[in-house]
């Protein structure tokens, strides 16, 4: 084999190594990114009397809460 040969394949080496390289870089940052999406979570205030906060729960898919008069 001559030098040229040589080269030659050193370079296709070289290449082939640096995409693998990249191909693993880019699978890396896509996993991190699809790791940290974080869900949207809205909340409403459905008491404005702070003492029903004690007596409220979830049933199902349903907020319960028991009512209360001071007389």
């Known amino acids: 084999m001559n030098i040229v040969n040589k080269l030659k394949t050193l370079c296709k080496i070289s290449l082939v190594s640096i995409a693998l390289i990249l ?8 996993a991190g990114t699809a790791e940290s999406v974080s869900p949207t979570i809205t909340e409403t205030r459905i008491a404005t009397n702070e003492s029903w906060q004690e007596f409220l729960a979830i049933c199902g898919d349903r907020i319960i809460w028991q009512d209360y008069c001071n007389q």
């Open 23 to 30: 191909l693993l870089v880019s699978f890396t940052a896509l």
